[in-house]
């Protein structure tokens, strides 16, 4: 296993909202949902369910709860917190451009096989591994919520019984365009050393070299 390619991954996952007119293969979908289920999830309960959308009307049920959340509601709340570009982009992908996705996957817990309190400490770290697999694999996707202002709709667009919440609609395809890297504020600008305020990048003050034991080993 290569370090440089997981970062290397890790560096350059981004959300996508527009897709090619490319079919995206079931065997590439499986392995994303594979990697999905390697994920940590509380007392390994594992309540992921994945519902693989390809049904164009179905498709298209889902892109209109989403627009229509963000045209309700969404739309005037973002523009006053992202920046121009980004919410362009958004405005765009909500109004159009995830409707380009060849698959959704809408991602959803079973209430049965865990406590609720619990599901988004499980579900979205399974999530982060189903968008990096995604990268990996050339494929670009992007985690959006906003459905779920419409849940019985969008459960009901998918037969999803009781039990079973959706969370997220995942769109996959491949890029439309290139995405080019990711913005990202350094992690040391937002990291401090044993209390907050004191800075990462500041020298640690009482810790150097020679306070070490000589036969004290150094962590690896």
Not at 69 to 76: D, I, K, L, Q, S
Not at 176 to 192: C, D, I, Q, V
């Amino acid at each position: 296993m290569s370090t440089d390619n997981i970062f290397a991954v890790i560096n350059s996952q981004r959300a996508c909202r527009a897709f090619a007119d490319t079919a995206v293969p079931d065997d590439l979908i499986a392995r994303v949902l594979d990697a999905a289920v390697y994920a940590p999830s509380a007392q390994n309960g594992q309540p992921w369910e994945f519902i693989v959308v390809r049904d164009p009307a179905a498709r298209a049920t889902i892109c209109e709860l989403m627009a229509r959340a963000w045209g309700e509601h969404g739309r005037t709340h973002s523009e006053s917190h992202l920046s121009p570009a980004l919410f362009a982009d958004v405005d765009a992908g909500l109004t159009g451009g995830i409707a380009t996705a060849p698959v959704l996957i809408v991602v959803a817990a079973d209430t049965r096989r865990g406590n609720p309190r619990t599901f988004g400490s499980s579900i979205f770290p399974c999530i982060q591994n189903l968008l990096l697999a995604a990268t990996a694999l050339g494929l670009g996707s992007a985690l959006t919520t906003i459905a779920n202002a419409y849940s019985e709709e969008l459960s009901q667009a998918i037969a999803l019984p009781d039990e079973v919440s959706p969370i997220a609609v995942i769109p996959i395809g491949f890029p439309k365009r290139p995405l080019g890297p990711p913005s990202r504020e350094s992690f040391a600008a937002h990291s401090h050393r044993d209390q907050y305020g004191s800075l990462w990048d500041a020298a640690p003050s009482d810790t150097t070299p020679s306070d070490a034991a000589p036969d004290t080993p150094t962590a690896q």
